[in-house]
Structures are given as C-alpha cells and as structure tokens.
C-alpha cells in the first residue's frame, strides 16, 4: 500500500498532457480521478516513473448536445455524468449505468474517460458505452482520431489508446425515447459486477455485458436476435453465447453465463 | 434517576470524531525511522538465501536484518512450539517475517524490501485439516514427526446410546476461516534509549505485552512501559505476539532511534492472526419428541503455520461450549489442533464459541428437519429449565450462571410476526414474483466475564481479575485509572456511568484513563467479554470504597455518624439536616489536608486501587431470529429482518449495549454470507484484498429489531454479564437456518458458510444438498 517512487507533473491542457507523454513515453502514466490507478500504483502492480495529472484540464469536462449525438469530455466525473439531464433525456443508459459506479465519493472524483481507458471487463460503464454504440475520440500527436467502442477495447485492461495519446471525447448517438435497461448483480454495494449488463433499444440496438470475458463484450448474438424481435426469453437464453465469462472466487463460468441469461431479461422486461 | 442503565452518549466520541484521536502511526518523535518487513512469498519452503545487498544500498535505508543477524530467542508462544521472530531455516505461511528494513521514511522502507532477495527450495505445501493429517503429509515440523499438534480424544462415546437411540444424525460442518481486519491494522512505535524502553502499540492488553517484551529482552519491567493509545479495534487479533513488538524494540536499540511499524492493509491481511477455522463433526441421538439423548462432537482446529497460544484453546472453549442452551444427558467432546502452511489462528471476536452455537443450532434444526417438527419446538424440548441455576453442564470450565433461554425465546416470538412469516413463506414458494423466504432461529449462549481465578493465566495472562484504581482529586473530580484496555469498546463512558452512580459524583468530572504501563496498576486487558462484569465490578467496589472513607471526613466534620451520612448530586449531608452539608470537593480537599481529618485516618484516603476478581465465568444469552430472502432464479440471498433478543444481565449504557450487539451481529452476518479466507492448493492466498475477501458494510446490511430480557448474573453485584461477543456468537447458525428454512422443500439440509449466492443457486439447480 505504499507506492513507488514517481514524479509527478500537474498538465493544463491537453496540449500539454500531449507533450509530457511524448516527453515520458511508456514512463508516464495519466492521472485522471485516480480510482483506477492509484489502488495500482500502491500495490506497486504499476510503477510508473511520471505520472502525468490531468486532472485539472477543466476543458476536458463537459457533457453537450451536438444534434445527433451527445458528446462527453473524457474528464467528466460520474457523478455528471449521473446528474446530467441531457443524458437522462437522450442516454438514460449511460446516466443510470453512471449512478451504478462505486459509491458517492467514487463517483465524485472518478471519470469516464478514466473508467473507460481502464478498460476493466468488470466496469460498469464501458457496457453502456457498447450498448449505444458510442464512439471515442483519441487525441495524439498527430491529431485525433476516432474509433468505434467495439474496437476501443482491445484486451485485458488494454485500450486502442497508445502511450502518448489521450482519450478526450466520447461521442454517443442519441437514443431519446428507446427502451433500455441496465442490471448488476453483485454482493456489497461498492463491489464490481459479478455479471452485469447494459442494453439500448431501438432499431439498432446494443448489448454490452459486464463481466463476461477478459474485456468488456457485446453479447452479439443476444443482439441479432433482439433486433430481428424475438421474445426477451429468446434473446436472453443468447445472453452468454460466444463469450468467455471468467471462473474466480466470486462466480464460476457456468454461475456467470445463468447470470448473464437472468440479467439480460431482467433489463429487457423492466 | 439512576445513570447505570442510562442511554449516555459515550465520552469517547467528541475526540475521535473531531480527528483529535491519536493512534499509534500519529505519534512522530524526533528521529523516527520506519521499519518494514521482506515478507514469505512461499507457503511452505526452506530459505536457502537472503540477500540483502542490493537493499543496503537503497536510497534512504538504514540497515537490514535476518534472523541470523540479530540471533533472537523465538516469541513467547507455546513451549516447543514458539514461533521465531524472523523466519529460521524454513518459511510456514506467506506473510511470514523473513527480514527487516530500516529506512529513513516508509517510501524507503517498502523500496528495500522489495529489494532483498529470498532464495527458496519450495516444499509442497499443506493447506487443510484433511491435507495435513493425511498419511505421508508434508510437515511443517519434521521433528514432531505430525502436523497434529494437540489432540484430547473422548473419555467415553456413548455408543450404547446412540445404537438404542430412535434417530441419530450425523453433521459436518465447517466454521470458515475469517479475519477481524480491524480499522486500524498492526502498529508500534519502540523508542529505546538510556532511560529504558517505549514501545507504543496498538493492542489490546498493554500489561501483557509490557511483561512478555521485557522478559524476552531481559530488562526490568521498571524499565519497559507500553502505551496503547487510540486503538482502533482489535476484535482478538490484537492479545497475541507478533514479530514486529518484539523486533522495533531491538532495532531501536541497534540504532539508537525510534523505530516505527504501521502495517500495510495487504500485510494484515496475512499477518494478523485469523480466526474460526474449525472443523467438526457431530452426532446426535434424539427421540420422538426431538429430546437430545447424546451430543458427539469432534473438533479439527486448523492453527495456522504457527500455534499460537490462544489459538490452541478455541476447541476448547468450543467443546465446553457445545451443548448450549440445552439438557443433553450424554456429551462426548474431542478435539485436535492441525498446524497448516496457512496464516496462524488465534482469538476473533467470540473465540471458540461462535463455533460452538453453530454446531449445536445446526444440530437443533437437523432435529426439526428428521422429525418435521417446529425448529422453536425443538428447542423449547430442550432448553434448561430456568430454574435449574447454576447448572453444571458437561465441562468443568461451564457452570452456567443463570439464563432464561425459554423467555428470550418467548420475547422473540412476541417481537416478530412469526406465523405470518410462515404463511408468507407458503405463499411465496410458488408465486414466481416473489422470493424465497427463510426464517432461521438461534438460541445461543456464551460464556463471558473472563474470568474467575486461572482462566486467562491458561491463556498466558498474570491473572484474571482487573485493575481499577479510583483517585479524588482534590477539587472533587475524579480518575479512575483502569488495567481495562478499550479499543471502541466504550469503557471510558461505562465506567464513568458506574463511578458515577456509586460515588455520587457528576459523570461529567469523571475521567478514565488506560492504557499505559506507567501509570496504569498492572492490569490484565480488554478481551473475553470481560470489561463490565469484571472490571466493571472493581469500579463499583473502589468506588464504595472511597464513598465509606469519604462519609467518615464528611462525619467528622459534620459531627455526625459516619452511618448517617448520606451522599447525593455531588454533597454529603447529615440524613435529615440537607442544611448540614459538604460539597465533594469540600471532602476531598480535606482528604489531603491533616489537620482536617479524624484522628486515624491518614492523608489520601480518596485513592484505592482493588484488583477485582469473580469467582465464575458469565453466561450471556439470547435468541436471535434471521428473516432471509432468496431469489429464485440468482440465489442472491439478502437479510430483511433481524430479530434479535440478548439477555446480558443488568445493561449499564443501552446505547453502548446495542451497538455491542449490532456490530458483533454484522461479524456474523458477515461470517454466514460473505466472509472466507481461502487459500490455493500452493497456500497462495486468494482473499487478500477487500476485494475478494467481502468484509460487509452498512449498505449490505439491514437494521436489527431488538429485544431484551434480563437475568442479573449472580456472581457480581452489577448483575451484569457482558455482551461484547454476542452478537457474533448467536448470528451466524439464525443466518444459516434461515437459508436452509427457504430451500428446505427441495429437501436440503445444510449449506456451508458462507452462503453465496453460487452455492445457493447450485443448490436450487439440485447440484447438492
């Protein structure tokens, strides 16, 4: 629980959280809310030589309609994100999904973007991130670029983000009005799902599971079969189809893949 | 009105609540440095090498030591079993001590000892009971030839009354292995220099430690003083040695400079001792009526790497403890303790009794069960009569002192809705909408008020009793200095309340000091259950004491009797002439004045320390109620109601009684449903974060309903029992009867602790029974 020794650079911009990692390298790793990496850095599972702050690069903070989509800066905290009320209009989802995050002072300091470039299979946010098919926008040094949440997560606690880029904006395409539901089965109010999933109605609608493989997943069969109508039993009994839900002290395969069937009609019929 | 038995709000708060609290880690004398543990990796393995080359070299650290380098004698423990205060030759569980840092910061500290390289020859590790009493077991003691380290076998079976019996069951069940994890983890401060030793430490028996630290550094006690100052909980794992209060002190001395260890969360994990962990088997024979004939009962203690001293008594108390609440005619105990590659078991809140209450409910309910018969039927068959006090059970430890087991069962039943919950129950089995819904009951019984004259020396300790020395100060204020050691307890707050009540003086100017060696009368320390009903008692006495001298001055002032004066709202007057009166501070100012005294009376007569003892152990009580509801299709089970009635004698803070209770019922709830400290087949642990090991909060419990009955206990003149364990004794076999009750219609009989939702669901998938 102690950390080990790093330098830590407080950046403005994100011009100039940009330049120190270019300046760092794989040396530095960004500071956001903290929630995910400082549990790390003081288990010393991560030791990172430069930690660089963004914490404080206000412009990164903002959640805004642009018509067709809502845009959300990386650096906005759950709890915004919970409280928005242009979310709660056009992605219930994401906002309720939001209210699911750790507990009230968790979600005070910690943000999307942070949650997301985690890339925890276990978190709850980056399921709702699939389930509306969101895209990110990564900024680097050669500009930004985007890319679709089903190719942002790309393994275990690994990101399409590379080491000197950052995640600036999510992207989310309106869903006003759709049916959607969100369900997460744990033990302890705090915990991480054990099994927990997100789904976005309408006429392309998303699944995306918590839980359910070594990064967060799409249940895309249960999707095919949702947008094609079938009944919620039919599309849940597709719950856990070609996914890989993890065996651990808190649920075996077989206990994940009943709970993923349980929780996907949950969410559909509520 | 009486202020014994009053809802006072506790002395202790205001401080703690302010951040005025000062803890072992807030202390910072000049020159501190900071120690750190290299720490096993392996669960079982012979250390070939240690080499601390790189970590001398570490920025900021001071020195590095293994057991070879300091040549220390093994820690007080049990005769040829003593553990070493750095590990020699052979590693027993991860998290052992291998060596030790000194850094200038504790940054420093954690950077050298992940600098010391531990070269091991890994052994195959034993990780179980079952593993480590099988023929050819790898053993953690070659020369002891066995892992078994103690074993009491029965004097007698009772085999003919099981084979006439007209139902017999056997049960086996197993108390998980926990741990407290208090708030505070380990701590302590050693600051040796020429005048002698400190040691600040977050413990909970301050004399205790004070006498084993410098019998084993060979000083004079004189010279050794321990403080423990705010501690925060201790819940047991804080009355037994660990390496680092032995090992500060001697470094501190090499160096010269005080030398500081506050454990990691990850470390305490591993390294604070663990509790339960205690396998039985049971039989029962029992007859139509559901009237027990014979109890067998053979416990497997799993004692961890290392035998610790009160680890090795848990099955002890455990058999004494088995026959609980009830008449059982023939009682068969055995029992052995098991040493495994796994973190060393000691005292948890309860100790020995939890397991106890858990084997003797389950067995009452295994009753019901084979003879489709009221699980409170069953009990009722059985209680002892409450007439029949002192009742000599089968073990000579247990003399209950008085109970009434049927009337808190009786006031259980009046304070839930019992047959509506039945209908319920009916109802929702087979309306899908709703969830199972199980109604567990437990009539539990502990024994307490540790204890009469023998029963902590077994345990290591001087003595039994407790200190208490109550001094007037001469503006009529008072102090009592306690051998008492509360770490949340609120011990301040309820022996103010007694002082209060017996010297007449304002609870306000009453203040309670513990917890240092050196101003502290040797005293024993905080544990068993055992504040109130023994030390409790000594400020009853004290103050008595103090009040008879006090009337004599007042009496001789007045020029009245000593016998008719009388002491109330801080004066004492002439019985019948209110107008014939001295203030308190009057009297005890005159009590340091000659000129102002009787003539054989002598200066400082307002000052008494009693060393309090009981003759017998206590027996709190109760019968607790879990109302518990499973969904159907997760086996997610969550407690709506807990129904709960302690019957702990004469209660001097309700408040203070009831947070007792609800925090000892969390333990338990916690121990049924949540928590297990599990290990690997390498005795790698796999719950060493709060994240696998799923300490419960307030959020993922519900609210108690309580009840109370009260039986005074007859051998101290409070009438009070304690109550400090209870909640964690009665617990946790309500919680597993009423998850049983919910699916015992498909026909299970038992579900081990603790009951996740994955084990119930397999169960209601008919995967086991």
Do not use: D, M
């Given at each position: 629980m102690i950390p080990a020794k790093f330098d830590y650079k407080p950046a403005q911009s994100k011009e100039e959280a940009l330049s120190l990692l270019a300046e760092y390298g794989d040396d530095a790793k960004l500071l956001a809310g903290g929630h995910s990496l400082l549990p790390l850095m003081k288990l010393r599972l991560a030791t990172p030589e430069v930690v660089v702050d963004i914490g404080s690069v206000d412009d990164l903070s903002y959640i805004t309609d642009k018509g067709d989509v809502i845009a959300i800066g990386a650096l906005t905290k759950h709890r915004q994100v919970e409280q928005s009320d242009i979310l709660k209009e056009h992605v219930p989802l994401l906002a309720h999904s939001a209210s699911h995050v750790g507990d009230p002072q968790v979600r005070n300091r910690g943000t999307i973007g942070g949650s997301l470039c985690h890339g925890d299979p276990a978190s709850d946010l980056p399921a709702a991130i699939l389930a509306t098919r969101a895209t990110l926008v990564i900024s680097g040094p050669s500009g930004d670029r985007t890319v679709t949440s089903d190719d942002f997560f790309t393994d275990f606690w690994e990101t399409e983000v590379k080491e000197d880029e950052l995640l600036t904006e999510i992207l989310i395409p309106k869903c006003t009005g759709e049916k959607w539901g969100f369900q997460k089965f744990n033990r302890r109010a705090q915990d991480w799902a054990i099994v927990g999933c997100a789904v976005q109605g309408g006429d392309n609608p998303g699944i995306g599971m918590v839980n359910m493989g070594s990064t967060p997943v799409r249940a895309a069969e249960a999707e095919n079969a949702l947008r094609s109508g079938s009944s919620s039993e039919e599309v849940a009994e597709l719950a856990d189809s070609g996914l890989t839900p993890p065996t651990d002290i808190h649920g075996n395969e077989s206990y994940r893949r009943h709970l993923a069937k349980i929780l996907v009609q949950r969410a559909l019929d509520n | 009105m009486s202020i014994v038995g009053a809802k006072v709000i506790r002395k202790e708060d205001p401080n703690l609540l302010t951040g005025r609290g000062q803890f072992v880690d807030d202390i910072q004398p000049i020159g501190t440095t900071h120690m750190a543990f290299v720490r096993?990796?392996?669960?079982?393995?012979?250390?070939?090498n240690i080499d601390v080359t790189a970590a001398l070299e570490c920025e900021g650290v001071v020195g590095v030591w293994t057991a070879a380098d300091l040549n220390l004698p093994a820690l007080p423990g049990v005769p040829g079993l003593e553990r070493p205060a750095l590990a020699t030759g052979k590693v027993r569980f991860v998290g052992e001590a291998i060596a030790v840092v000194v850094a200038e910061s504790k940054y420093a500290a954690a950077d050298g000892t992940e600098l010391v390289i531990v070269d091991y020859e890994t052994l195959e590790a034993v990780t179980s009971i079952d593993e480590a009493t099988a023929d050819n077991a790898p053993l953690l003691y070659e020369e002891l030839g066995s892992n078994t380290v103690a074993e009491v076998t029965t004097a007698d079976d009772h085999q003919a009354i099981f084979d006439g019996a007209p139902h017999t069951e056997t049960i086996k069940l197993v108390n998980n292995r926990c741990t407290?994890?208090?708030?505070?983890t380990n701590a302590c401060l050693a600051d040796y220099g020429p005048a002698g030793l400190t040691v600040w430490a977050s413990f909970q028996a301050p004399h205790h430690l004070r006498n084993r630290i410098s019998a084993w550094l060979g000083i004079p006690q004189d010279q050794c003083r321990v403080i423990t100052p705010d501690?925060?909980?201790?819940?047991?794992?804080?009355i037994n040695f660990t390496p680092e209060f032995f090992v500060a002190p001697v470094l501190s001395k090499i160096l010269n400079r005080p030398v500081k260890y506050s454990q990691t969360r990850s470390e305490a994990m591993t390294s604070m001792y663990h509790g339960r962990a205690q396998e039985q088997e049971v039989d029962i024979a029992f007859d139509d009526n559901g009237k027990i004939l014979a109890l067998r009962v053979f416990a497997s203690q799993d004692m961890g790497g290392y035998a610790d001293g009160t680890g090795m008594g848990m099955p002890v108390l455990t058999t004494a403890m088995s026959a609980g609440c009830y008449v059982i005619p023939n009682v068969s105990i055995a029992w052995r303790n098991v040493l495994t590659n796994t973190t060393p078991i000691a005292a948890y809140r309860g100790a020995g009794r939890p397991e106890a209450t858990y084997l003797i409910e389950r067995a009452m309910d295994h009753i019901s069960y084979k003879l489709d018969m009221d699980p409170t039927e069953v009990r009722r068959q059985n209680y002892i009569p409450k007439d029949s006090f002192p009742y000599q059970t089968h073990s000579e430890l247990a003399v209950y002192d008085s109970g009434n087991f049927e009337g808190a069962l009786d006031e259980l039943l009046n304070i839930m809705d019992y047959e509506g919950l039945k209908e319920e129950q009916n109802a929702n089995r087979t309306n899908p909408e709703k969830p199972l819904l199980g109604i567990g009951f437990s009539s539990w019984l502990e024994i307490a008020g540790f204890g009469p004259p023998g029963s902590l020396e077994g345990f290591g300790h001087l003595g039994s009793w407790e200190s208490v020395q109550i001094r007037i100060q001469p503006d009529g204020s008072a102090i009592i200095y306690t051998g008492a050691s509360p770490h949340g307890q609120g011990t301040v707050t309820t022996f103010a309340q007694i002082a209060s009540e017996y010297l007449g003086i304002d609870f306000d100017k009453i203040s309670v000091r513990h917890g240092d060696t050196a101003t502290i009368p040797q005293g024993i320390g905080t544990m068993g259950s055992r504040q109130v009903a023994v030390g409790g008692e000594g400020v009853k006495n004290a103050s008595l004491k103090i009040v008879e001298n006090a009337k004599s001055i007042a009496a001789h002032k007045l020029e009245a009797n000593p016998e008719d004066i009388e002491v109330t709202d801080g004066n004492l007057f002439v019985k019948g002439t209110p107008s014939k009166s001295l203030s308190w501070a009057e009297v005890a100012t005159f009590s340091f004045q000659r000129l102002e005294l009787p003539e054989d009376m002598d200066p400082g007569s307002l000052d008494t320390t009693i060393l309090q003892e009981v003759p017998n152990f206590s027996f709190p009580s109760g019968a607790y109620a879990c109302v518990i509801e499973i969904d159907k299709q997760t086996g997610d089970a969550r407690i709506r109601d807990m129904y709960l009635v302690d019957d702990c004698g004469t209660v001097i803070n309700p408040l203070l009684a009831e947070g007792q209770v609800h925090g000892g019922v969390a333990q338990g709830i916690a121990q049924a449903l949540f928590e297990e400290f599990t290990y690997d087949e390498n005795g790698q642990p796999t719950t060493a974060t709060f994240i696998d090991y799923l300490m419960p909060g307030a959020p993922d419990l519900p609210s108690y309903k309580s009840g109370r009955i009260n039986t005074p206990n007859p051998n101290n003149s409070l009438g009070a029992k304690g109550i400090g364990e209870s909640g964690s004794v009665g617990t946790p076999p309500a919680v597993i009867n009423a998850v049983v009750d919910a699916v015992r219609h498909l026909g299970v009989t038992h579900i081990d602790m603790p009951a996740t939702p994955q084990k119930i669901w397999e169960v209601l998938q008919g995967g086991s029974k």
């Open positions: - | 096993s990796t392996e669960a079982h393995a012979l250390i070939r407290a994890a208090p708030i505070e501690v925060g909980g201790g819940f047991g794992q804080k």
